[in-house]
């Protein structure tokens, strides 16, 4: 099943994890429970007010964590104004 | 590349490690096994608010608990090298009990590699056929 995540693997991905939080980083490795390893990585905090990046470097993301693992195209990337996006911030996963 | 085999390279550095309840733990690692769980050897664990904080020589955290760790950037060429290391000493390892293994069959192992692999099938395929024989008789019974 995680066959589908192997083609990202070398690719930038962007990663939703359960507190709502969204990184973005290169996809170096993930296995059977989608375990991720992400070098490069930036966290993106959006806010009313615009969005906050800060590097993280390597980063080893549990499974249990991981919502949403997205390809994320460099082309519209590099196209993006980061300066003019304001979003709320993503609400962590609750159980009920 | 695998997480966990990135982990077990990262033995010896200093880490991050956040809990699914927030509180971090910055140390060395000592070790780790295939659920994660870690031994970390001094410790700053600080409180999700980042308002507490507490020092420990040793701790030991259940991976279950883990969000994600921070690994030191070197780590990730590391673990190439750490691969190549460990199939040479597998090679070796299993080169040396084929040899093992062949000292008895002399003429297949006269023969070079292919003789010596044929020497080994001939006594895996006896060893498996005697098997096969004594649990037919344990069926009879």
């Known amino acids: 099943m995680s066959a589908m995540l192997d083609a990202l693997v070398g690719n930038k991905v962007e990663i939703v994890t359960n507190d709502g939080r969204v990184v973005v980083g290169i996809l170096k490795g993930l296995d059977q429970v989608v375990n991720v390893v992400l070098a490069n990585t930036e966290e993106r905090v959006f806010t009313p007010e615009g969005v906050d990046r800060q590097a993280l470097g390597l980063y080893l993301i549990r499974g249990d964590n991981v919502a949403v693992v997205g390809a994320v195209d460099e082309n519209t990337e590099l196209g993006m104004d980061f300066s003019t996006i304001k979003a709320q911030q993503l609400p962590p996963i609750v159980h009920d | 590349m695998l997480p966990l085999s990135l982990l077990k390279t990262a033995v010896n550095h200093p880490m991050l490690v956040e809990l699914k309840n927030g509180e971090t733990y910055n140390g060395h690692l000592v070790n780790c096994d295939n659920w994660m769980n870690l031994q970390l050897r001094e410790v700053i664990c600080t409180s999700r ?56 069959g002399g003429r297949g192992g006269n023969r070079g590699a292919g003789g010596g692999r044929g020497g080994g099938r001939g006594g895996g395929g006896g060893g498996r056929g005697g098997g096969r024989g004594g649990s037919r008789g344990g069926y009879n019974n």
């Open chain 2, 49 to 104: 608010d980042g308002d507490h904080f507490w020092r420990m020589n040793e701790c030991y955290v259940r991976g279950s608990t883990i969000k994600y760790l921070r690994i030191p950037d070197e780590v990730i060429d590391m673990v190439k090298e750490e691969n190549t290391a460990r199939m040479k000493a597998a090679k070796n390892r299993n080169r040396d009990q084929n040899n093992r293994n062949n000292r008895g």
